[in-house]
Nanobody, 121 residues
Framework: QVQLVESGGGLVQPGGSLRLSCAASGSIFSINDMGWYRQAPGKEREWVATIARGSRTNYGDSVKGRFTISRDNAKNTVYLQMNSLKPEDTAVYYC???????????????WGQGTQVTVSS
């Protein structure tokens, strides 16, 4: 069984920074793309950023230049460094990963439980 656990959310003032982490654990053979999504109250889930196994990155327009995604393949962990935070960044942030688990036959999508980020003065 595979599990994704996020950490690092919280309350921060506008202009501040937070760093989210998401660690994958369990019977993992390989991890392909890892990414972050977010969902604000009353809105649909929005893609934030993705990082490939080879570290190629892509970002949503709303976070480009402010957020940085990275990963540590040895730790099966993905990070999201969020700088210059705005009130509109307030949301529950979810990590996502395409994981080939031991004994499996293909990559499957896994999601974390979410971590709240609130940007407010």
């Amino acid at each position: 069984q595979v599990q994704l656990v996020e950490s690092g959310g919280g309350l921060v003032q506008p202009g501040g920074s937070l760093r989210l982490s998401c660690a994958a654990s369990g019977s993992i053979f390989s991890i392909n793309d890892m990414g972050w999504y977010r969902q604000a109250p009353g809105k649909e889930r929005e893609w934030v950023a993705t990082i490939a196994r080879g570290s190629r990155t892509n970002y949503g327009d709303s976070v480009k230049g402010r957020f940085t995604i990275s990963r540590d393949n040895a730790k099966n962990t993905v990070y999201l460094q969020m700088n210059s935070l705005k009130p509109e960044d307030t949301a529950v942030y979810y990590c996502n990963a395409a994981i080939f688990h031991s004994g499996g036959y293909k990559y499957n999508d896994y999601w974390g439980q979410g971590t709240q980020v609130t940007v407010s003065s």
